[in-house]
């Protein structure tokens, strides 16, 4: 069963799609058009969907997509892409060499809901080809975060503060990558 609600928050109304399904838990997420989506266990109250909602509005509301500000650069040809997000790699690749990081076989693909992925048992990276319309600081913002996956494999403490200690405004330039996340459609 699905429905759309509203809840009052702290920050204002904020809508909501409930999902009751066999789940054992309350599981929130934000589709790429940054729509908030509960799933909640079949017997759920409504009103602990709604207050769970209240909690989560601040995360919910830092975490959903800016509105584009600006339009996408055109897409551009293999070869290109592939130098950009190649060129992104080796700059941001000395941040992690020191600490035994092997230079990574660099892939470029079309992705529908990532912007990349580390193999790191495999030694190679794959970056999303949506990466080459956006600007350069974000193209190296993905490639070290692939990077330091070879690090730390999980999304974990020691990752993030790997991140912190490399990049010290990471988290800015991630809230901007939310900017092009419509290059993902396309």
């Given amino acids: 069963m699905e429905q759309y609600r509203v809840v009052d928050t702290p920050q204002g109304a904020l809508t909501y799609l409930l999902v009751k399904k066999r789940v054992k838990n309350l599981n929130l997420r934000l589709n790429r058009q940054g729509q908030a989506i509960l799933s909640v266990p079949l ?9 769970f909602i209240r909690e989560k509005s601040g995360w919910i509301l830092r975490n959903q997509p800016a509105p584009q500000s600006q339009p996408l650069p055109p897409p551009v040809d293999r070869e290109k892409c592939k130098r950009l997000l190649g060129e992104a790699v080796l700059r941001v690749y ?8 092997p230079l990574p076989q660099v892939r470029v693909r079309k992705m529908k809901s990532q912007w990349g992925n580390c193999h790191y048992r495999q030694g190679y990276i794959t970056l999303n080809s949506a990466l080459a319309r956006c600007p350069q ?9 692939e990077l330091v996956h070879f690090l730390h494999h999980d999304h974990g403490p020691g990752f993030y503060a790997a991140m912190d200690i490399r990049m010290p405004d990471w988290r800015r330039r991630r809230k901007a990558l ?9």
């Fill in 137 to 145: 600081e974000l193209r190296d913002y993905v490639a070290l975060h």
């Fill in 178 to 186: 939310r900017e092009y996340i419509c290059a993902l459609d396309e």
């Fill in 94 to 101: 000395p941040l992690v060499s020191d600490a035994g990081v």
């Fill in 43 to 51: 017997r759920c109250p409504e009103e602990q969907a709604d207050q």
